[in-house]
């Protein structure tokens, strides 16, 4: 907004805009410089009263910086006070839906890619690590043991007959061990594609392990008593994040005990976990477990019972707890907890929320906490990128047709702590979970991201839309420096009807796969990030609900046939205008159905780059086969290499068979979580707690379970 530097210029303002005009220039005229500069050029222009007429200059007027969305508490007060009244105004709605609902029922009742020689975890960033159940350090691997599980693996064969009694003594021992669950340590001998179980490390029975991380000779745990999955816009129930814990534990492993270095704790169910250079930030949302408080209040009587007890509440009631080795930290303070500005121009309708979203950075070798973020708010999403952490927030405005879905979002710099950097808005939401937090990602200090709005127009269901943010010069804010599509640019992303699938930015290019009956691919140029172009297109059948790239010119997509089969294909990008579909593969062509969770989960995707010409990958697959006694359902890891990558008119993908699992005890299952690890010519195939091996060049001769 442009200030006018004249008293008769409030005429054409408004009263608001009037009153803060006045505000602004009071607080000039208070400033001691600004008035000293003032009287100075007064006396200069009137020449020291020589009589000659000058015009008199007006007075500098000095604008206050602009504020961002987002501003920290002052004191423990006003976030004690933010919190009740978010809490009163939930309850008394959640009062109304009660009442509303009881109306009704009487209604119805009337009527992984590296250049190394093994592969690590696949990540979205490079230099952003994410927590997996399986970790590998080229020599060990470490795996946690699944959540629906009482214990890792179920040993069920007796010694053979004649066995000397140190071998019973083992086996009794390994028994023994399994009896609590624990992370399974095998040590691996690449060479022969061999692996044997060297240690384990107990897990506590009330808290699941949602993730490892290493760090040098430490081994990182990420620990929950309740996961919810990704959480999102279902996720406004308060009470889903009651009663829980999240947290991490650091060990030693390079002792043949693993000592335990640290314990840290927080108040919350987890959400996600990420690990840059500066440690793990950790990612939880608390609701506050209040004694005797009603949730779901039905009468008046109810509401004023539990405005009682919110009055009553302390500070301390209200922020999550902390733990290190067992004692409680001040850890989360008020001056680090972030509201909305209910004076901002972005400001939503609905402020505050009961649920707290913490983040805290932890140090992966001594586990003391580093630096900690809590935001008052609703989110629903989070991204870190190597320079910074976005929370996105999506939030309806009453004034848009069908109460149009917008989405917040707010940057944090790592760079020295977690300090504000500013806010924007965009129309429509991000759906963040599984592969689809691939939607957002930051490239030159920009933030781009795809939205997607449900229209409600049974000819249009879908309005996908590309947004590129850039930090403002002058304001701690997020602008929209580019757009697709645009008042030039009005091509649609996507045919009609069609819902996004695979979404991928790399570098100054971004991929999206839209689908409906067939797949087209689209290829976007964003060398230029204010001016975003649709530069090519390309429809094929199927579609791909992940995308690799293999090199700048090769695109890898990974996703279904039409014949409901998993299916790879490779993509020739060298000329964007023209994307060519070089190979495409179905996996699994003997079953009757087959898919890879790979396409929504990344981390049972395992790359390896081998040399300037040739790559290698495995991707988990699973399918019914048909045979005499009925449908079986298979669990495979297939192999597959990428040939002629440097020449992308002659690049294609050639199948080099598959691993499968096989000799489970009686009463085993194969587990739905797959991952995969390749060292050299060796293939570890890791299945829920059971693990194969092969060489690459004989998978048919696979070794296992171990």
């Not at 053979?160 to 021992?173: L, Q």
């Not at 019972?305 to 409680?328: C, F, R």
């Not at 304001?475 to 420096?481: G, K, S, T, Y």
């Not at 449908?631 to 192999?639: A, F, M, S, T």
Request: glycine share 8%.
């Amino acid at each position: 907004m442009k200030w006018i530097a004249a008293t008769s210029g409030l005429a054409g303002l408004g009263i608001r805009q009037g009153v803060e005009y006045v505000s602004r220039f009071k607080s000039a005229v208070r400033n001691r410089a600004a008035l000293c500069l003032w009287a100075l050029a007064l006396l200069v222009s009137c020449g020291g009263g020589s009589g000659q007429s000058s015009a008199v200059l007006s007075p500098p007027v000095t604008t206050a910086p602009k504020t961002g969305l987002l501003v920290p508490f002052q004191s423990d007060s006003a976030l004690l006070s933010s919190v009740q009244s978010s809490l009163k105004r939930e309850l008394s709605e959640s009062q109304q839906r009660q009442v509303m609902s009881a109306e009704a029922s009487a209604l119805d009742a009337d009527t992984s890619t590296t250049g190394s020689g093994f592969t690590t975890t696949y990540t979205q960033e490079a230099s952003v690590d994410e927590h997996d159940v399986v970790k590998y350090d080229g020599n060990r691997l470490f795996i946690a043991p699944t959540r629906s599980l009482s214990c890792c693996f179920i040993v069920d064969d007796a010694p053979a007959e004649g066995a000397v009694a140190d071998a019973a003594a083992a086996e009794d021992a390994v028994v023994a061990s399994v009896d609590q669950r624990s992370i399974r340590i095998m040590t691996t001998s690449p060479e022969t594609a061999g692996i044997e179980e060297t240690g384990r490390i107990a897990l506590s029975d009330e808290q699941s392990v949602e993730g490892l991380y290493l760090d040098e000779a430490r081994l990182v745990t990420i620990t929950s008593t309740a996961w919810w999955g990704s959480y999102g816009r279902f996720f406004d129930e308060l009470t889903t994040w009651q009663g829980q814990t999240a947290g991490l534990n650091v060990y030693d492993t390079g002792t043949s005990e693993n000592t335990l270095v640290s314990k840290v704790e927080i108040e919350g169910v987890f959400i996600t976990s990420k690990k840059t250079a500066d440690g793990i930030y950790l990612i939880s949302r608390h609701t506050p477990d209040i004694a005797d408080l009603n949730y779901y209040p039905v009468t008046e009587d109810d509401l004023l019972a539990n405005q009682e007890i919110l009055d009553a509440l302390t500070i301390d009631d209200l922020l999550p707890d902390v733990s290190v080795d067992g004692s409680v930290v001040n850890a989360v303070d008020s001056d680090q907890c972030y509201r909305i500005d209910a004076e901002h121009e972005l400001a939503p309708s609905d402020l505050g929320f009961p649920a707290i979203t913490s983040v805290l950075l932890i140090d992966p070798q001594q586990g003391t906490i580093k630096d900690v973020l809590c935001y008052v708010e609703s989110t629903n999403g989070v991204y870190i990128s190597g320079n910074a952490l976005y929370l996105t927030q999506l939030h309806a405005v009453p004034a848009l047709a069908g109460d149009q879905e917008m989405t917040l979002v707010h940057r944090f710099d790592l760079t020295d702590g977690l300090d504000y950097a500013g806010s924007g808005e965009v129309s429509g939401g991000l759906f963040l979970g599984d592969n689809r937090d691939f939607r957002i990602s930051e490239y030159n200090n920009n933030l781009r991201l795809v939205t997607s709005r449900f229209t409600g127009d049974g000819n249009d269901l879908w309005e996908h839309q590309l947004f590129v943010l850039g930090l403002s010069a002058d304001a701690p804010e997020l602008e929209i420096i580019g757009k697709l599509p645009n008042a030039d640019k009005a091509t649609a992303l996507g045919k009609e009807n069609e819902d996004l699938y695979g979404v991928r930015f790399l570098a100054d290019r971004a991929y999206l796969v839209t689908f409906e009956r067939i797949d087209p691919l689209y290829a976007i140029d964003l060398s230029d990030p204010t001016d975003p172009v649709i530069a090519g297109e390309l429809e094929v059948t199927g579609f791909s609900n992940f995308l690799h790239p293999v090199t700048e010119d090769l695109l890898l997509g990974l996703g279904m046939s039409e014949n409901n089969l998993a299916k790879l294909e490779l993509f020739d990008v060298s000329d964007l205008s023209q994307p060519v579909s070089r190979t495409a593969l179905e996996a699994g062509r003997d079953l009757q159905y087959s898919y890879s969770s790979a396409e929504y989960d990344r981390h049972g995707f395992t790359y390896q780059v081998l040399n300037e010409a040739e790559d290698r990958l495995a991707i988990p697959v699973s399918g019914w086969l048909s045979g005499e006694a009925g449908y079986e359902g298979v669990e495979r890891l297939y192999l597959y290499e990428i040939t002629d990558k440097s020449n992308p008119a002659m690049a294609g993908i050639t199948e080099a068979g598959y691993l499968k699992v096989q000799g489970l005890a009686d009463g085993e299952y194969a587990s739905n979580q797959s991952r995969s690890v390749v060292d050299g010519d060796a293939v570890y195939f890791i299945n829920g707690d059971a693990v194969f091996s092969a060489l690459w060049q004989d998978p048919a001769g696979q070794q296992g379970p171990h």
